[in-house]
Nanobody, 124 residues
Framework: QVQLVESGGGLVQAGDSLILSCATS????????MGWFRQAPAKEREFVAS????????YYAESVKGRSTISRDNAKNTVYLEMKSLKPEDTAVYYC?????????????????WGQGTQVTVSS
């Protein structure tokens, strides 16, 4: 059973930076494409970023492109999401997800395992 545990969320001010972490266990991490999604209050969950398991291609939602970096440490079975210049509209629960498929995944149904989420609140 693959388990994902997010951490690093919290209350920050607009303009601050934050690094979210997602530690995985129980699977073959280096083969998984990994992704981050977020869900703001009263909104549907949306794609944020994805990274492949092999060549380390990355892909970002337009809303975070240029402000965010997704990375992974296969030795630690951990994926990260660094977010800079945070805005109040970045406030959401951030979820980490793992896909057994090789390529970039931007849809929720492309992922097989999910974490419980970590809250990020950006005050203005």
């Amino acid at each position: 059973q693959v388990q994902l545990v997010e951490s690093g969320g919290g209350l920050v001010q607009a303009g601050d930076s934050l690094i979210l972490s997602c530690a995985t266990s129980g699977g073959t991490f280096n083969r998984y494409a990994m992704g981050w999604f977020r869900q703001a209050p009263a909104k549907e969950r949306e794609f944020v970023a994805s990274i492949t398991g092999g060549v380390l291609w990355t892909y970002y939602a337009e809303s975070v492109k240029g402000r965010s970096t997704i990375s992974r440490d296969n030795a630690k079975n951990t994926v990260y999401l660094e977010m800079k210049s945070l805005k109040p509209e970045d406030t959401a629960v951030y979820y980490c997800a793992a896909s057994v498929r090789a390529g970039i995944q931007t849809r929720e149904d492309g992922y097989d395992y999910w974490g419980q989420g970590t809250q990020v609140t950006v005050s203005s």
